[in-house]
C-alpha cells in the first residue's frame, strides 16, 4: 500500500482499515464494492435467506456484520479480477509493513540523540 503525502494526512488514529484502503493506491471502496452482494458468497446466502436463524449477524444498509461487535463481515466477491479477501489482507500486511517500518525508523532516530 503507497500512500502519498497528502493521503497520508487524511490519515488519523480513528481511521479504518476500510478508510484507508480507499487512500492506497489500489483505491477500492470496500463499502461500495461488497454493499449488497453477500448473495454472491453461499455462506452468507444463506444468512441472509435465514438472518432470525443467524443471532450473532445484522444487516445495515446492505453490508453484514458481527452483531455486538461491530465487525464487518466481506463476502467472498471479484473486484477488479481479485478477490476483495485477498484486497483486505493485502492492504492490511501493507499497512502493517508501513507502521513497523516507521516504527523502527523512530527507534534508530532516537537511539541517534
Given at each position: 500500500?503507497?500512500?502519498?503525502a497528502?493521503?497520508?494526512?487524511?490519515?488519523?488514529?480513528?481511521?479504518?482499515?476500510?478508510?484507508?484502503?480507499?487512500?492506497?493506491?489500489?483505491?477500492?471502496?470496500?463499502?461500495?464494492?461488497?454493499?449488497?452482494?453477500y448473495?454472491?458468497?453461499?455462506?452468507?446466502?444463506?444468512?441472509?435467506?435465514?438472518?432470525?436463524?443467524?443471532?450473532?449477524?445484522?444487516?445495515?444498509?446492505?453490508?453484514?456484520?458481527?452483531?455486538?461487535?461491530?465487525?464487518?463481515c466481506?463476502?467472498?466477491v471479484?473486484v477488479?479480477?481479485?478477490?476483495?479477501?485477498e484486497?483486505?489482507?493485502?492492504?492490511?500486511?501493507?499497512?502493517?509493513a508501513?507502521?513497523f517500518?516507521?516504527?523502527?525508523?523512530?527507534?534508530?532516530?532516537?537511539?541517534?540523540?
Open positions: 500500500m503507497v500512500l502519498s497528502s493521503d497520508s494526512m487524511k490519515v488519523t488514529s480513528d481511521s479504518t482499515l476500510v478508510d484507508i484502503m480507499s487512500l492506497s493506491a489500489e483505491g477500492i471502496d470496500l463499502i461500495k464494492e461488497i454493499s449488497n452482494r448473495s454472491e458468497d453461499p455462506f452468507f446466502e444463506i444468512i441472509l435467506t435465514k438472518l432470525s436463524d443467524f443471532r450473532n449477524f445484522e444487516v445495515k444498509s446492505g453490508l453484514i456484520y458481527l452483531h455486538k461487535r461491530e465487525i464487518l466481506i463476502p467472498k471479484i477488479e479480477d481479485r478477490s476483495v479477501c484486497i483486505v489482507i493485502s492492504e492490511a500486511h501493507s499497512l502493517l508501513e507502521v517500518h516507521v516504527l523502527h525508523q523512530f527507534q534508530l532516530d532516537s537511539s541517534r540523540i
